[in-house]
């Protein structure tokens, strides 16, 4: 059983930043695409950016590319989201997510990814 633990999420002003991090347990984390995703109450979990299991692909969301880096340190078994410009449009709970099947491209569909974290809250404030 893979647990994913986030942290780094809080309340921040408009234009400010957060970064999220996300460690995963277990010993193949270097073999999995990760993602990020978040959701508001009473909306569909939504995809926010991926990492290839190497880390030397990512990809994003069209609402957060130019604000939002993924990245990853495999030595580490952590996952990034680093946060900037950040809007009011943002507040989320933000989850991380391994990609399902190792070895695995990426995939902007959260019902291919297997395992989650608890979340985190990030609040814009306006």
């Known amino acids: 059983q893979v647990q994913l633990v986030e942290s780094g999420g809080g309340l921040v002003q408009t234009g400010g930043s957060l970064r999220l991090s996300c460690t995963a347990s277990?010993?193949?984390?270097?073999?999995?695409?990760m993602g990020w995703f978040r959701q508001t109450p009473g909306k569909e979990r939504e995809y926010v950016a991926a990492?290839?299991?190497?880390?030397?692909?990512?990809d994003y969301a069209d609402s957060v590319k130019g604000r939002f880096t993924i990245s990853r340190v495999n030595t580490e078994n952590t996952v990034y989201l680093q946060m900037n410009s950040l809007k009011p449009e943002d507040t989320a709970v933000y989850y991380c997510?391994?990609?399902?099947?190792?070895?695995?491209?990426?995939?902007?569909?959260?019902?291919?990814?297997?395992?989650w974290g608890q979340g985190t809250q990030v609040t814009v404030s306006s």
């Open positions: 990492i290839s299991f190497r880390g030397d692909s990512t």
């Open positions: 277990g010993r193949t984390f270097d073999r999995y695409a």
């Open positions: 997510a391994r990609r399902r099947g190792y070895y695995r491209e990426y995939d902007v569909n959260p019902y291919e990814y297997d395992y």
